[in-house]
């Protein structure tokens, strides 16, 4: 009697083109223009960054060369003006939601370096002197430098109020003391865009600065990089300032005026985490499609079962759903609306998609789904900290919940109805 010989699926069996359960629908959302830098980025991104993944997620190795490689290519560059290096033409949140979410499906930890590289040139391309803009945001945008925004500390994580790092006057400089942690690409970014308390008299949002702090200033040190759960390669540490003298010409806009510059790059924070978010899932999910189609059980592609299908489904909608919100989010922000409320409402939505779809992906694709031979867990791991980098599902729930408030008391005052105590 002949015994058939049992040959599993493996990952390299799926026919997995970048991108290919995108639908026309979801394109048309999109200018021409877009779709064909999405078709770029995703060329880019599987000839360039995809053959290094693999070292990122197995060695723990940091993704400069990739960085190196995105920034040299524009993809840093595009929310920022054409003077200082950037290629804003109009709708630069809108194509670097676009790199996010491309980036992030073939490589999150890449994503998630270059998003914080991003987000420490906003404070100094918005705020910062011709020579900050010079020395530092040049440079970064170009590929030669790697940037991080410095913010969250021990005791100060959503609540910004309770930090307690201090920056005195001393003449010609400030003398800088605290300590950070959390910080994306701590130690290997060379401009790390950081806020302090400057006047401790008043309310910290009334007394906060911001300043350009460099690496290789005296009393920087970093304390420890994290071992995380996921985002195998990433450097988040924790940032150690010890009578650290930073020059006055490395002050963001004006001394005591911090908080304002520090809210001004949330909107653009959420929204493109929402777009990261998105690439985690639409990955996992066409993983998990693919495989329904070949897995066979019961002497049928599981696809056919609607246990499966209706997941699927349901994965579908939700990522549709979430990247309707970030584009809504990228839009207002590109002509220069307010967003507060849409991009924490993109950001919570594409968070908790994202850590949904890639549960319920990993779930189609059953035992071998658990083990390193798919990427499931990977992306399962990568997609838990969207859920609370950039802001916790909490603190964006009660924002979201905050202006709906507000807003709905300034119509009934309006119309003239009064408040019922």
Known sequence: MKVERFTPIEYE??????GYSVSEESLFLFTEEENNFRSEVR????????????????????PRKALQLIAKKGYVSYPFPKEWG??????????????????AAVSPVTSTARIATMLSCIPICRFGSYHQKEKFLKPVLSGKKIGAIVITEPQAGSDTARMQTIAIRDQNH??????????????????????????????????????????????????EHYNLLGMRGARNGHLRFKNMRV????????????????????????????????????RAYEIALEYSLLRV???????????????????????????????????????????????????????????EVCNEALQIVGGIGYTTKFPMEQYYRDARMM????????????LIARELISDAKKKRKEIGQTEPF
């Open 387 to 398: 859920k609370i980098a950039g802001g916790t599902t909490e603190i964006l729930t009660y």
């Open 247 to 282: 020059p006055v010409e490395n002050l963001v806009g004006r001394e005591n005026e911090g908080f304002p510059i520090l809210l001004d790059e949330l909107d653009i924070e959420r929204t493109v985490i929402a777009g990261e978010a998105i690439g985690h899932a639409r």
């Open 43 to 62: 060329s880019f991104m599987d000839q360039e960054i995809v053959p290094m993944t693999e070292q990122f997620e197995k060695d723990n190795v940091f």
């Open 297 to 355: 059980q019961f002497h049928q592609p599981i696809s056919n079962f609607e246990a499966v299908s209706f997941k699927l489904a349901e994965m579908h909608t939700k990522i549709e759903a979430s990247r309707l919100l970030a584009l809504k989010a990228a839009r207002l922000i590109d002509v220069g609306k307010p967003a507060s409320k849409e991009s924490a409402e993109a950001k919570m939505f594409a968070t908790n998609m994202s850590v």
């Open 174 to 223: 400030y003398v800088l003391n605290g300590e950070k942690r959390f910080i994306t690409n701590a130690g290997e970014a060379e401009v790390n865009t950081t806020f302090a308390i400057t006047d401790r008299s008043v309310h910290p949002h009334k007394g906060m600065s911001c300043f350009v702090v460099e690496k290789d200033m005296q009393g920087f040190e970093v304390v």
């Open 86 to 103: 950037g290629l804003n033409e109009g709708n630069g949140i809108t194509k670097d939601f676009i790199v996010s979410e491309e980036l």
């Open 13 to 18: 069996d799926l026919i997995l083109p970048q």
